[in-house]
């Protein structure tokens, strides 16, 4: 009978919250969250790495994820992708550049902006 009554005291307790709020650190993944501002500071941090090696940025697509570069007959795009655990994933592909360390340097300078 006791149990009983501390069972209900319990449950009508539990029914009066108004309900429990979660706080997650700053910059903890969560999955099936996406973090706009981790996306928005890769995407920067790409734009950012292309121009800071002479590229022309002629298109900047947030919504597609996608950054292209131009110097002289050669291109260079970047394609970021917001994972399922919160991350970005950043790839950049050449096309057409007469200087094969290019992309390495974009690279090594888009670390740098994300300060890795």
């Keep these: 009978m006791k149990a009983l009554i501390v069972a209900s005291a319990c449950a009508a307790l539990l029914a009066a919250l108004p309900g429990c709020t979660y706080y997650v650190a700053p910059g903890t993944p969560v999955p099936g969250y996406s973090n706009p501002s981790t996306f928005d500071r890769s995407f920067s941090a790409a ?11 002629t298109m900047e697509d947030r919504a597609s994820g996608t950054v292209v570069g131009r110097q002289g007959e050669g291109t260079v795009t970047a394609t970021l992708r917001q994972q399922p655990d919160g991350s970005v994933r ?9 200087d094969p360390q290019l992309i390495d340097r974009i690279s090594r300078s888009y670390d740098q902006r994300m300060g890795r």
């Design 47 to 57: 734009s950012g790495a292309m121009r800071d090696h002479g590229l022309a940025v």
């Design 90 to 98: 950043v790839q950049f592909d050449s096309s057409g550049m007469r």
